[in-house]
């Protein structure tokens, strides 16, 4: 499979740092099987071409760190904190695989629509019915065609283990799977599934140190080298996981993770909301990644994660949406806009502020590294695999003509994706997811859902004392 994308406008390369960098050009690439062959001005066209005047090319976006299934309860949920709001989504009637199926469909085309050709899905496991789980959001992406780590959510520890001084407690349920089930889980899930070259990638992603032992973290790890698998993680979102490091390990979170091995170039964590300089540090000399969830963080009242010193230390950093019942969408354009003004709050000297370029490298090569992928997608860059997306600078919420990337973060882009390839394949075309029936998907969620009013989950109720002692609050 060859052709040509022509005419397409292109960002040249950063200037220097004083803020906005306006360079473009027009050019034409060529697509050689699932690879970018060549680009340049003038290149004669090879099979089909595809006409990209007035358009925007840029590498595909990562959405580095989400949970499909939570579309299911998005918009439901009220303004909590995350222990709290993790007690309400908990006690909803646990999904079939079906809805796996067509929520990991529905975050795939909200991901695409929105700029990312690749997701990471911190997959949330049926209780009883962990590798059909798998099995069918693995279905779901290969049937979209988006690039796909599918991250199975696991853990060793019992809910409620996640607060401070509950950790303890002698009255916890005993834990879903043991220790050994879940890196059987993973075993198998990789032996089923894992193929890179097809865009499918499992990855192993204990929840977070508040729910998982050393022993799941150590072989874990262990898993993810035999197999050259990327880790991923919960970090440090809330204060209440920050005392509850000190309390389980005597030491930092970040600190722990780093005696035990499980940080390196292949590890990227979600959230680093409560980090210290010296955890920060830690971050940079092991290579691991921040993905930056802005949204859910506003939405979960976690804290402002200290981006621009994680820039300053070094840290490749990421975006993601977070779960939509934390966000409540899946708008990777909406995550990236957020995630980079927020931080003009948090320091008076600008120099520091995230330029529009910038943003978009870290969304899109920051992603890439993230996945220990920088040498195969997140640039245009010849040789690399053709994960591309062309926008359309005719769309109104993208008119006057002024900087298209300044646009694309700074303002309000909508329905602006025209055409997006993924492995040189081509998935969205004129707009429109082209792989899948989306209008039949909408028809499905909205059969298989009900309008609903807000709850209280019981489960909230009996944690909701304990919470509020911890966290300082009156009782
Ligand atoms: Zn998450």
Same mark, same amino acid.
């Given at each position: 499979?060859?052709?040509?994308?022509?005419?397409?406008?292109?960002?040249?390369?950063?200037?220097?740092?004083?803020?906005?960098?306006?360079?473009?050009?027009?050019?034409?690439?060529?697509?050689?099987?699932?690879?970018?062959?060549?680009?340049?001005?003038?290149?004669?066209?090879?099979?089909?071409?595809?006409?990209?005047?007035?358009?925007?090319?840029? +590498?595909?976006?990562?959405?580095?760190?989400?949970?499909?299934?939570?579309?299911?309860?998005?918009?439901?949920? +009220?303004?909590?904190?995350?222990?709290?709001?993790?007690?309400?989504?908990?006690? =909803?009637? +646990?999904?079939? +695989?079906?809805?796996?199926?067509?929520?990991?469909?529905?975050?795939?085309?909200?991901?695409?629509?929105?700029?990312?050709?690749?997701?990471?899905?911190?997959?949330?496991?049926?209780?009883?019915?962990?590798?059909?789980?798998?099995?069918?959001?693995?279905?779901?992406?290969? @049937?979209?065609?988006?690039?796909?780590?599918?991250?199975?959510?696991?853990?060793?520890?019992?809910?409620?283990?996640?607060?401070?001084?509950?950790?303890?407690? @002698?009255?916890?349920?005993?834990?879903?799977?043991?220790?050994?089930a879940v890196l059987d889980l993973l075993q198998d899930a990789v032996q089923r599934f894992h193929d890179p070259a097809a865009g499918i990638n499992i990855v192993v992603a204990p929840t977070g140190i508040q729910l998982c032992s050393d022993p799941l973290f150590e072989g874990g790890a262990a898993l993810s080298d035999a197999h050259h698998?990327?880790?991923?993680?919960?970090?440090? @979102?809330?204060?209440?996981?920050?005392?509850?490091?000190?309390?389980?390990?005597?030491?930092?979170?970040?600190?722990?993770?780093?005696?035990?091995?499980?940080?390196?170039?292949?590890?990227?964590?979600?959230?680093?909301?409560?980090?210290?300089?010296?955890?920060?540090?830690?971050?940079?000399?092991?290579?691991?990644?921040?993905?930056?969830?802005?949204?859910?963080?506003?939405?979960?009242?976690?804290?402002?994660?200290?981006?621009?010193?994680?820039?300053?230390?070094?840290?490749?950093?990421?975006?993601?949406?977070?779960?939509?019942?934390?966000?409540?969408?899946?708008?990777?354009?909406?995550?990236?806009?957020?995630?980079?003004?927020?931080?003009? /709050?948090?320091?008076?000297?600008?120099?520091?502020?995230?330029?529009?370029?910038?943003?978009? @490298?870290?969304?899109?090569?920051?992603?890439?590294?993230?996945?220990?992928?920088?040498?195969? =997608?997140?640039?245009?860059?010849?040789?690399?695999?053709?994960?591309?997306?062309?926008?359309?600078? /005719?769309?109104?919420?993208?008119?006057?003509?002024?900087?298209?990337?300044?646009?694309?973060?700074?303002?309000?882009?909508?329905?602006?994706?025209?055409?997006?390839?993924?492995?040189?394949?081509?998935?969205?075309?004129?707009?429109?997811?082209?792989?899948?029936?989306?209008?039949?998907?909408?028809?499905?969620?909205?059969?298989?859902?009900?309008?609903?009013?807000?709850?209280?989950?019981?489960?909230?109720?009996?944690?909701?004392?304990?919470?509020?002692?911890?966290?300082?609050?009156?009782?």
């Amino acid at each position: 499979m060859s052709y040509s994308i022509q005419t397409a406008l292109i960002p040249t390369p950063q200037g220097d740092e004083t803020g906005y960098e306006t360079g473009y050009k027009t050019a034409d690439l060529q697509i050689q099987q699932d690879k970018i062959a060549a680009i340049g001005s003038g290149l004669p066209p090879v099979g089909c071409c595809i006409d990209a005047r007035d358009k925007l090319l840029l +590498p595909g976006f990562v959405n580095a760190h989400t949970h499909s299934s939570e579309m299911w309860q998005r918009g439901l949920i +009220p303004p909590l904190p995350l222990e709290l709001w993790l007690a309400e989504l908990y006690d =909803f009637a +646990p999904l079939d +695989p079906e809805q796996i199926y067509l929520s990991a469909l529905g975050t795939a085309v909200e991901t695409l629509l929105s700029g990312g050709t690749t997701v990471v899905d911190h997959l949330v496991l049926i209780p009883g019915r962990e590798a059909e789980t798998i099995a069918a959001a693995v279905r779901a992406y290969r @049937e979209v065609g988006i690039r796909a780590y599918v991250a199975p959510l696991v853990q060793d520890e019992p809910f409620g283990a996640n607060l401070p001084a509950l950790s303890k407690s @002698e009255d916890l349920p005993a834990p879903a799977m043991s220790t050994a089930a879940v890196l059987d889980l993973l075993q198998d899930a990789v032996q089923r599934f894992h193929d890179p070259a097809a865009g499918i990638n499992i990855v192993v992603a204990p929840t977070g140190i508040q729910l998982c032992s050393d022993p799941l973290f150590e072989g874990g790890a262990a898993l993810s080298d035999a197999h050259h698998l990327c880790r991923h993680m919960h970090l440090l @979102e809330t204060k209440a996981q920050k005392i509850l490091s000190q309390e389980k390990y005597g030491c930092s979170a970040v600190a722990h993770l780093k005696r035990l091995g499980f940080l390196n170039q292949r590890t990227s964590l979600a959230h680093c909301v409560w980090l210290d300089d010296p955890d920060i540090q830690i971050l940079a000399e092991t290579g691991a990644t921040v993905v930056h969830n802005p949204l859910s963080n506003l939405r979960l009242g976690s804290g402002i994660a200290p981006v621009l010193k994680y820039r300053r230390a070094g840290v490749n950093l990421a975006f993601g949406c977070d779960g939509s019942a934390s966000n409540d969408s899946q708008d990777l354009l909406e995550a990236i806009k957020i995630g980079s003004i927020l931080h003009n /709050t948090t320091d008076f000297e600008y120099r520091h502020w995230i330029t529009p370029r910038e943003s978009v @490298e870290m969304a899109a090569l920051g992603g890439a590294t993230g996945l220990n992928a920088a040498d195969q =997608f997140g640039s245009l860059t010849v040789g690399k695999q053709a994960d591309l997306v062309l926008y359309d600078l /005719t769309n109104l919420s993208l008119l006057p003509r002024t900087d298209p990337i300044g646009l694309l973060v700074l303002g309000r882009p909508t329905q602006a994706v025209d055409s997006a390839w993924v492995n040189g394949r081509q998935v969205v075309a004129q707009g429109q997811v082209c792989t899948i029936d989306v209008p039949q998907l909408r028809q499905e969620l909205f059969e298989r859902s009900a309008w609903q009013n807000p709850r209280q989950s019981s489960m909230r109720q009996a944690m909701e004392a304990r919470y509020r002692e911890v966290m300082g609050l009156e009782v």
